[in-house]
C-alpha cells in the first residue's frame, strides 16, 4: 500500500483514492484489495481511484493502472463527477484501456450515458479520439445514432472539445465518421423523369428547379462546405404502383390520370377544369383553360409516379435503418392534391397531381407498420391536399371497430403558412384560401402567418408592374438566347431589406406552435412537405391588389431561416432516432429583368432561382 510520512517521521494509510502522482506508485494487486474503504471509493473531490487512473494523459500507465484496478473488482460504470471511466478512456482517448474495462464488465457498457446523457462514442467524438471512436464502431454493439440530453448526436458532438483543432482536421474526422457510419448520410433522391413533367408556356414550376438545386450542390461541394459521402445519392428507385396511390386517392381520380395520359398529345393539357368537370363541378365554378396554373403533359404522370415511387423508397430506407434521413429532389409538388385532386373550394390544383407526402406516410403506417407517423408542412401555402387525405384517413381509422386510441396506429398533420380571404386589405384572396383553424381531435394543427401586406406600416409593393399592361409590355419568363446576350440581370427588389416583421413572426410561431405540438404527438417517423416559396422576394408568396395592380411581398424567409426550422425538426426526432424524410414542395424564384425578350418585349422578366436554391441547400445540409 502506498504510504506518506508525517511529521515526526511516523507513516500513515493515506485516504483512498490516491492522486495521480501516488496513483502511478500502485504497484500490486493487493495494494488495491486492501483499501480501507474499498475499491470504489471517492475522494473529495467525487472521484474513484478508476475514474483517475481513466484521466492520466500518459496511455501506457492508464492501461497499467486501470488492469490492476479492474482486477481488484473497480466498477467501471461508477459516475465521477458526472462521467464513469469508460467516458474519461474515450475523453482521453485510452483505446486499450477501454477495452480492459469493457471486456471484464459483466454488463454491457459501451452505451453507458453520463450525466449528460453522452454515451463513450459521443465523448470520443467530441474530443477527437478517432482511434476509440473505430474502436467501438468495430464492435457492432454499439449505438451509433444516440443523442445526449442537448440533441447532440455523434455529428453535432464531432470536434467540440478538442484542444487544437483545424478546419481540415475536422473535415478529416468527419469525413471519418461518415466512412465508418454509412447510415449517418442523407439520401438524396432524384430522377430525370421528373424533368419530363412540363407547361407548354413559361412556368415557373418547372424543371428548372431540379436543375438550380442540383447545381447550387454541386457549387457547395466544390468549395468544400459539403462532402460526397455525406451524401448517398440515387436515382435508382421505380414508380409509385396503384395501390400506393390508392392509399391516398380515390380510385376515380386515379382513372382520371390514366385516361388524361392516355389522350394528351405533344401539347400540355390544362389539368385544373380538368379535373373539375370530370369531379362534377358546374362550369360556371370550374377555373378557365386559359388561366388555368397546373398544366398536364406527356410526361406528368410518369413524373408523378416517380416522385411519389421516391418517397416510398426514401421512407423504406429510413425504417431499415441505411439512411437516418432523405431529401426527395422530385417534381410535380404534390400537398394541394387532395382526394380527387383540386379539393373542393380551392381555385386550382396548384401544380399537384399526387400528394407524395400522404402516399409516403400511409405507406409507412399499411405496409411499414409505423403507428405515428407526423406530417409537417413549411410551405407559404396551406398544405389543403395533404389536410383533407389526413382527416379522411383518421375519420375512417377512428370509425373502425377494432380501433384503440392508445394501440392503433396514428397521424398528426401541422401546416405553417400565409392565409388572407382579402376582406380587409382589398388583396386577391391568397391560395387556396383554407387552414384557418386547427382541428385538434384530428390531430390537425394548422398555424397561420399573416401576409407582410397585412403589416402596420409594411412597404410591401413590388418594384414591377401587374395586369394587362405588363402582360403586353413584356414576356414575362423569358428564356431565350437574346435573354442568355443580354445585360447581367437585375433584380427587381421587391421589398426592403430593412422590413424583418415576417420572417420573424413566421419562426416565432414555428417555435412556440408547431414544434410544441410535434414534440407531444411522439411521432416515430417525420415527413417534410418542404417548400421554399416563403423565402424573400420568392414570387409564390406575391400577393395581387387587383385595385393598384400591384404586387405585395407576403413572406420573407431567408436561408438561415430554413437552417433552422430544420434544425427544430431534426431535434424533434431525437424520439424516433432522426428519422426524417424531406420532400421538395414549393420555392420558384424571384423574377429578375433580362432586358430584351426573343420578341423584341423591353424590360422582360425570368425567374432567378439562386435564392431559392440557397434555401433548399440549406435545409438539405441542416438534415445531415
Known sequence: MVRRATEGGARREPSWPPSKAALNRIDSLGDCRSAPRGVDAKNANGDTALAVACALEDGKACEEMVKILVDAGADASALSNGMAPVHWACALGHRDALACMVDASSTSIVNLRAEDGSTPLLVAAEHGKIEVIRWLLERGDVDAMARNAHGRDVLGALGAKMRRQSQSARSELRAEIFELIPSLRLAFLSHPDCEEHVSFKPHQESPERIVAILAELQRVIDRGELAMGELDKTCTFGAAEPSDILRAHDENYVRVLAELSDRVGQTPIAFTPYCQNHNGVPEKLQKPAENSDTFFSPGTLQAALRAAGGVIHAVDRVLDGKNRSAFVCCRPPGHHAGINGATEGAPSSGFSILNNAMIGALHAIDVRKCMRVAVVDFDVHHGNGTEEIARHWLTKQRARDDYHRHKSPDLFFASIHLADDGTSSGMLPFYPGSGVQDDLMNNIVNVVVPPMWLAKGASATAHAETGERARKKTKRF?????AAAAP????????????????????????????PALRAFGPELIIVSAGFDAAASDVGNLGVDPRRNTRHQGANLRAEDYEDMTKLLVNVSNVCDGRVVSILEGGYGHLMSVGKSSDGAQNALTLGRDVFAKCVKAHVQALI
Open 488 to 515: 447581367p440581370p437585375k433584380t427587381i427588389a421587391i421589398e426592403p431589406e430593412q422590413q424583418q416583421g415576417g420572417r420573424l413572426e413566421w419562426m416565432k410561431a414555428f417555435r412556440e406552435r408547431l414544434i
Open 478 to 482: 423569358a428564356d431565350s438566347e437574346d
